[in-house]
T-cell receptor, first 113, second 114 residues
Framework: NAGVTQTPKFRILKIGQSMTLQCTQDMNHNYMYWYRQDPGMGLKLIYYSVGAGITDKGEVPNGYNVSRSTTEDFPLRLELAAPSQTSVYFC????????????FGQGTRLTVV | DAKTTQPNSMESNEEEPVHLPCNHSTISGTDYIHWYRQLPSQGPEYVIHGLTSNVNNRMASLAIAEDRKSSTLILHRATLRDAAVYYCILRAPRGGGGADGLTFGKGTHLIIQP
């Protein structure tokens, strides 16, 4: 059972480039989330989804887009990368809302230069 | 959203119990109390959660005050592997489902001395 899988693990982007961070879960969870973590800080929610075809903004959505075409996949798209998007990105999933545990991926470390 | 207050850091000795406190004086009646931990260079890992009653699992115990304005995560016998940042989080409903995820603060950096 793989849990939540994120790819790639590391990436260096040039300013203005675009990329997609992939996230897949094999637990049939309805809820999925994207977070970013800056050095020495807690995680901040970027976007979340409560099921296929449904997404909503979190605390820091600017500069990002998401889609949820299947239950398993929740890709995060960065358009026109900026140095401020240098961070570690974590994807998470949970079966339902506040009374269930969330499972996190191992993260993608992104550097924008 | 209701916020939590945790000490920035705590130290403990290996093989001793650890009590990690968390204050959440503005908690509402439907907020669940969650604890996660993050080991260096890893994603957060679920530890335990509860609503009103104390909870136990294989990793830890969660003691919740009667007024729910504070809670304590108890690691019964700390090991070096328990050195991590521990986050106390209130998972609140928005639109009824709590789907907006977990709001992370800075957490408590737990240092375990051998």
């Amino acid at each position: 059972n793989a849990g939540v899988t994120q790819t790639p693990k590391f990436r260096i982007l040039k300013i203005g480039q675009s990329m997609t961070l992939q996230c897949t879960q094999d637990m049939n969870h309805n809820y999925m989330y994207w977070y970013r973590q800056d050095p020495g800080m807690g995680l901040k929610l970027i976007y979340y989804s409560v099921g296929a075809g449904i997404t909503d903004k979190g605390e820091v959505p600017n500069g990002y887009n998401v889609s949820r075409s299947t239950t398993e996949d929740f890709p995060l798209r960065l358009e026109l990368a900026a140095p401020s998007q240098t961070s570690v990105y974590f994807c998470a999933s949970s079966y339902s809302g506040r009374d269930t545990e969330a499972f996190f991926g191992q993260g993608t470390r992104l550097t924008v230069v | 959203d209701a916020k939590t207050t945790q000490p920035n850091s705590m130290e403990s000795n290996e093989e001793e119990p650890v009590h990690l406190p968390c204050n959440h004086s503005t908690i509402s009646g439907t907020d669940y109390i969650h604890w996660y931990r993050q080991l260096p260079s890893q994603g957060p890992e679920y530890v335990i959660h509860g609503l009103t009653s104390n909870v136990n699992n294989r990793m830890a115990s969660l003691a919740i005050a009667e007024d729910r304005k504070s809670s304590t995560l108890i690691l019964h016998r700390a090991t070096l592997r328990d050195a991590a940042v521990y986050y106390c989080i209130l998972r609140a409903p928005r639109g009824g489902g709590g789907a907006d995820g977990l709001t992370f603060g800075k957490g408590t950096h737990l240092i375990i001395q051998p």
